[in-house]
Structures are given as structure tokens and as C-alpha cells.
């Protein structure tokens, strides 16, 4: 993604925008709450204030380029809008997130609905529980 991306959903590029998106894109961590953007942004010497950081996340949700999740907990995190479903693991001791993609689980999700007589039209699955580092 870059700056012609941004105008491309209708936002202009500011030093911000450009700021948080590169963030999201260069970051060994793909999920980021606003705070951990906020500090990240802070150690880099960055003067972006965290309301600011809010109305980035919440300007780029808007235009489909990020999505938040709610997961366990408080606070929101936002992770890239790449266009391809996948399905998350959530420790619950230290909140991090693994991505997942697997057929048989998409495959018994399509069977049940269609068994219903339901159309999916979405659907996201958390699993919450111990990762590695924590068990």
C-alpha cells in the first residue's frame, strides 16, 4: 500500500496517515491497538497525538483499509485489510494473535449454513486460550 493507495479511497496523504499506514505495513506485529501505535510512534520521535492515532485508525476503517477486531479484553485491534479471510488464535494471558487459515474448518462452516438454508455473507472465529510462550 502507499500514498496513491490513500488517495485512491479518498484521503489525502499526511504525514499521520502515512505514519500509522507504514506502521501497519513494515510492523513484525500485524495486529495494533491505538496505544500501541501511539508508543511505537513516540519512540520513533514522531509528535502525532493520540487522538490523532484514533481518527487515523477510525478514517482507515472507514475507507476499508484496516479492520478492527474486538477481542477478549477492552480495547480494539486493527490489522490490515489484505482481502483474504483467515481466522484467529487469542491468548487471553498476553493478548497475542496468530493467524489461521484452515479448509476443513471453512468447509463444515459452509455445510452447516447451507444445511440451514442460510447464505454467509460474513463470519470470524476466535479461538482464545494459551499460547506457547504463556502455557
Given amino acids: 500500500m502507499d500514498k496513491l493507495e490513500l488517495k485512491n479511497v479518498g484521503l489525502k ?55 478492527r477486531h474486538n477481542f ?18 487469542v491468548c487471553i494471558k498476553c493478548d497475542k494473535v496468530e493467524e489461521f487459515i484452515d479448509p476443513t474448518i471453512e468447509a463444515r462452516q459452509n455445510a452447516v449454513a447451507k444445511q440451514a438454508g442460510f447464505q454467509i455473507t460474513d463470519h470470524s472465529l476466535n479461538i482464545y486460550g494459551l499460547c506457547r510462550d504463556c502455557c
Avoid: C, W
Fill in 72 to 89: 477478549e479484553g477492552d480495547s480494539a485491534v486493527f490489522e490490515l485489510n489484505e482481502g483474504e479471510h483467515h481466522d484467529h488464535l
Fill in 13 to 67: 496523504v499526511t504525514l499521520p496517515r502515512v505514519r500509522v499506514l507504514k506502521l501497519f505495513e513494515d510492523g513484525n506485529k500485524r495486529h495494533l491497538s491505538a496505544d500501541d501505535i501511539f508508543k511505537r510512534l513516540n519512540q520513533e520521535d514522531e509528535d502525532i497525538a493520540m487522538a490523532t492515532v484514533y481518527r487515523v485508525l477510525s478514517q482507515f476503517e472507514t475507507a476499508g483499509l484496516i479492520i
